[in-house]
């Protein structure tokens, strides 16, 4: 008979999010902002009511771009400190 090997489970490592894609997001996020904001305005001061609904998009989308870079800095904040937990330090 050959014996089943029962395989351990392996400590996780936590992986951190780099500072380079969290800068990015945040670069990406701001300057899509300011690209819908300048958009927007001068849709209105033209009276194009399809530049305005491209402002407020661009505004919007990059918006949420900016709240996903809040959560990810939230996850790891918060995966930190139960890792810190499990491991006694």
């Known amino acids: 008979m050959e014996k089943v090997r029962i395989k351990k489970k392996g400590r ?47 505004i919007t989308v990059f918006a949420a771009v900016l709240l996903i870079r809040k959560a990810i800095i939230q996850y790891d904040s918060v995966r930190k400190r139960r890792y810190a937990k499990t491991t006694g330090r």
């Open 12 to 58: 996780k490592r936590r992986i951190r999010t780099s500072k380079k894609v969290l800068f990015f997001l945040l670069s990406l996020g701001i300057a899509g902002i300011f690209i819908g904001v300048i958009l927007f305005g001068t849709a209105l001061l033209q009276g194009k009511s399809r530049m305005l609904m491209m402002g407020l998009i661009y």
